[in-house]
């Protein structure tokens, strides 16, 4: 995909919303080139199958010593962030509207598309050291590379023009993605991720992190971090597990974002039943993708069809009724 290509997707999409659905989005324009994107950066092999996302097909460290010989990218240069550097830019030159960041993959996420999971799992416990030294590099990149999309897209350090279609209040300036959170004991979260949270989040004011699924058991870990601000949390469909998400974020005092790649028509109704009946509207924002291939049945992705605009609009008639 080419930065005009990206416009040419980017922009459309957004002014249809605008122009059939009032809700409370606030368009942006995001730069987004799959979440593989730096474990390419750091040298893992990524491929690009056609309609479907970038995924990566080997990883660039294999080995304990590959660790000391990764290499930093240079943003300007590497094949991978050049590409959302120049879109950044072709995105300026084609329109004033805001831009935000790329797909931001936490710490843990990038890393475990560089190492692998079964490498990564087996270094936390044999050789931690090797593991606090991947984990610091990667940390420190991530934020430089945010901090230069920032530069080029004109973005506030403690800004975000836009996070997963949530608009962030001012001294929010970052989000992150964190799905892996589910994988790990709260034990070797703590040991391993949260003491980077702090840097990761705090170099933009404070920030919003997401996870997809349930990752309850990490709520003290992930709530003790004071630079998180928000939480948003893809639920598949299981309304019930995001309820204590809710009471812990009420106790904090902190938003939580809650929503879906929305389920099949079939489960819609029920679905959006479920959310009015059990969660509290007060420091809640709901946040539905609806895509036109693409669904939640029982708790599953699944392929589907389906008329955007009518399925959005459904939505909104459900909770305005």
Known sequence: MTPRVCWSFRKPGSTE??????????PYLM???????????????????????????SFSVEDLEDIDKLKIPEFEENFFTKKVLDTIRHFRDKSDWPIAITDPQGTLATISLIVGYKNLFYWMNDHPDKIDELFGKVNQTLIEWVKIQKKYSG????????????????????????????????????RFV???YHKLFGSFGSGMMHWCGNSNH?????????????????????????????NRTKEKKICLVAGDIIPVEEELEGYLS???EKLDPR??????????????KKGQYTETTRDVMKSAQRILNFFRN
């Open 218 to 246: 990490q709520l003290d870990n992930i709530l003790d971090v004071e630079e998180i601000g928000a939480v948003h949390n893809y639920i598949l469909g299981k309304v019930d597990d995001v309820l204590e998400v809710q």
């Open 155 to 190: 973005e506030k350090i403690d800004h975000c023009n836009g996070a997963i279609n949530v608009a962030l209040p001012e001294g929010m300036g970052v989000w992150w993605a964190d799905d892996d959170s589910v994988l790990l004991s709260p034990d070797m979260y703590q």
């Open 274 to 276: 479920e959310i009015k």
């Open 283 to 296: 420091g809640l924002v709901l946040q539905f993708t609806v895509s036109p291939k693409l669904g939640i």
């Open 31 to 57: 730069p987004w080139y799959g979440v593989a994107l730096m474990s390419g950066a750091f040298g893992s092999k990524v491929i690009f199958p056609k309609k479907v996302d970038p995924s990566c097909a």
């Open 194 to 196: 949260i003491p980077h």
């Open 17 to 26: 919303h605008l122009e059939n659905i009032d809700d409370d989005y606030i």
